[in-house]
């Protein structure tokens, strides 16, 4: 019947569509770049837009939180990115499987430097230099500072701290842990033995069940704590020397273009931080009468 198409004419068409398909080269749009980032946060975004602004490679993002779950290892196997980059702790922790991909990591309390670290991770630690905190804890006229950490998640960071602090006539009183549980009874020992507190982004030492701990002990012995992130001043926390995320976004993006470039990771170590700012909580400063002078 005219208008209509007969069975023939049907198959004919779509044995010719297969034809063409075959015949026209297809073009595979692989991104250099795979970001995983663990959820939409500001502080993530943030260092994304600084990654962004230094690392122009093509790049394909996944936001973990918008998935019940992700199979990371066939996502890696079928885009064959040159390097990842993971944004925040549960998009390091997924990829800790992944060992033939160059990892840069930032905004991550699990990023360790050290044996504790596979090879092919590298990226951007949230702690500051010790020597900043040096520097902060004279203008306090803090001598004695109070640290519990894990010697696998803190230790590298730790043996600088001890050889700056030393040069800088400042004593760390270090208490080690190794599972959340011990920091409680770890604290207790500071009792009459430190004059405050050092926060570090220790993901075994500092969890959300012991943070409480640590400002307990703070306010009943009236000792002032110092952090990594301004987070803490709500708490109580006397002052903080938080990371630049934006600085730390472009950090990683360094990273990315030297891996790119031919570089290994074995070549670029974990970083600290190059820009931080310091915030103080004049409330807690006022009340435990401590002495601060920016000079």
Not at 35 to 63: D, M, P, W
Request: aromatic share 8%; glycine share 6%; net charge positive.
């Amino acid at each position: 019947m005219v208008g209509r198409w007969s069975e023939v004419q049907v198959l004919k068409t779509l044995l010719l569509l297969m034809l063409a398909s075959w015949l026209i080269p297809v073009q595979v749009l692989a991104a250099d770049v795979l970001i995983v980032q663990s959820s939409r946060l500001s502080g993530y975004r943030e260092a994304l837009k600084g990654f962004r602004n230094t690392c122009t490679a093509s790049s394909h993002s996944i936001v973990l939180e918008d998935y019940s779950e992700t199979d990371i290892s066939r996502i890696v196997r079928e885009e064959q990115p040159a390097v990842i980059l993971a944004i925040g702790d549960s998009a390091l922790m997924t990829l800790k499987k992944i060992r033939r991909v160059p990892i840069v990591s930032v905004m991550a309390l699990n990023l360790a430097s050290g044996n504790s670290t596979p090879a092919n991770i590298t990226g951007v630690r949230m702690t500051v230099s010790p020597e900043r905190y040096m520097n902060l804890f004279k203008a306090f006229q803090v001598r004695k500072v109070g640290i519990v950490f894990s010697q696998g998640r803190s230790g590298a960071y730790i043996k600088r701290a001890r050889q700056t602090a030393e040069r800088a006539g400042i004593n760390l009183v270090l208490r080690e842990v190794h599972n959340p549980r011990q920091t409680p009874s770890q604290l207790s020992t500071f009792r009459g033995n430190v004059d405050s507190l050092w926060l570090l982004p220790d993901a075994t030492a500092m969890t959300r069940e012991t943070v409480d701990a640590f400002f307990l002990f703070a306010m009943e012995q009236s000792k002032p704590i110092f952090a990594f992130s301004d987070v803490y001043l709500a708490y109580g926390a006397a002052a903080a020397l938080e990371a630049d995320r934006f600085t730390m976004g472009k950090q990683a993006g360094d990273m990315v273009n030297r891996l790119l470039g031919g570089a290994s990771t074995a070549d670029l170590p974990v970083e600290d931080p190059r820009s931080a700012s310091l915030k103080i909580n004049q409330s807690v400063i006022r009340k435990l009468g401590i002495a601060y002078s920016s000079d």
